[in-house]
Protein backbone atom coordinates (compact mmCIF):
# COMPACT_ATOMS: atom_id res chain seq x y z
CA UNK A 1 0.00 0.00 0.00
CA UNK A 2 1.05 3.88 -0.58
CA UNK A 3 1.12 6.24 2.41
CA UNK A 4 3.05 9.07 3.37
CA UNK A 5 5.45 9.45 6.70
CA UNK A 6 6.91 12.32 7.01
CA UNK A 7 5.82 14.10 4.11
CA UNK A 8 7.25 11.32 1.87
CA UNK A 9 5.66 9.15 -0.21
CA UNK A 10 6.45 5.11 1.34
CA UNK A 11 5.31 2.15 0.20
CA UNK A 12 4.79 -0.79 2.57
CA UNK A 13 3.07 -4.01 4.02
CA UNK A 14 3.09 -2.92 7.61
CA UNK A 15 -0.66 -3.57 9.35
CA UNK A 16 -0.17 -1.18 11.55
CA UNK A 17 1.68 1.50 13.06
CA UNK A 18 3.65 -0.44 15.36
CA UNK A 19 4.85 -2.22 12.45
CA UNK A 20 5.35 0.40 10.41
CA UNK A 21 7.80 1.65 13.14
CA UNK A 22 9.78 -0.91 13.14
CA UNK A 23 9.93 -1.65 9.29
CA UNK A 24 11.39 2.02 9.53
CA UNK A 25 14.28 0.88 12.01
CA UNK A 26 12.31 2.70 14.95
CA UNK A 27 11.70 -0.13 17.04
CA UNK A 28 11.26 0.82 21.13
CA UNK A 29 12.60 4.05 19.88
CA UNK A 30 10.63 7.11 22.23
CA UNK A 31 8.94 8.75 19.47
CA UNK A 32 6.05 10.43 18.90
CA UNK A 33 3.21 9.29 16.17
CA UNK A 34 0.39 11.24 14.21
CA UNK A 35 -1.99 9.17 11.63
CA UNK A 36 -3.71 11.47 9.31
CA UNK A 37 -3.06 14.66 11.89
CA UNK A 38 -4.34 12.84 14.88
CA UNK A 39 -2.23 11.82 18.00
CA UNK A 40 -1.55 7.86 18.28
CA UNK A 41 0.00 6.97 21.50
CA UNK A 42 2.39 4.81 21.99
CA UNK A 43 0.14 2.40 24.12
CA UNK A 44 -2.26 1.96 21.17
CA UNK A 45 0.34 1.91 18.47
CA UNK A 46 0.05 -2.09 17.65
CA UNK A 47 -4.26 -1.47 17.35
CA UNK A 48 -3.81 1.40 15.15
CA UNK A 49 -4.35 -0.31 11.62
CA UNK A 50 -2.60 1.77 8.58
CA UNK A 51 -4.66 1.73 5.10
CA UNK A 52 -3.90 3.18 1.63
CA UNK A 53 -2.90 6.71 1.77
CA UNK A 54 -2.38 7.38 5.36
CA UNK A 55 -0.25 10.09 6.21
CA UNK A 56 2.19 9.53 9.40
CA UNK A 57 4.38 11.27 11.13
CA UNK A 58 7.30 10.27 13.25
CA UNK A 59 8.99 12.59 15.75
CA UNK A 60 12.19 11.88 17.54
CA UNK A 61 12.59 13.88 20.40
CA UNK A 62 16.36 15.81 19.77
CA UNK A 63 18.46 16.75 22.29
CA UNK A 64 20.64 20.31 22.69
CA UNK A 65 20.33 23.52 24.26
Known sequence: ???VVNGQP???Q???LSDL???HGYGTA???TAVNGTLAPASMRHEQEIV???Q???V???QGG
Open 30 to 32: KVA
Open 52 to 54: DGD
Open 14 to 16: AAS
Open 10 to 12: VTT
Open 60 to 62: APM
Open 21 to 23: LAE
Open 1 to 3: MNI
Open 56 to 58: IEI
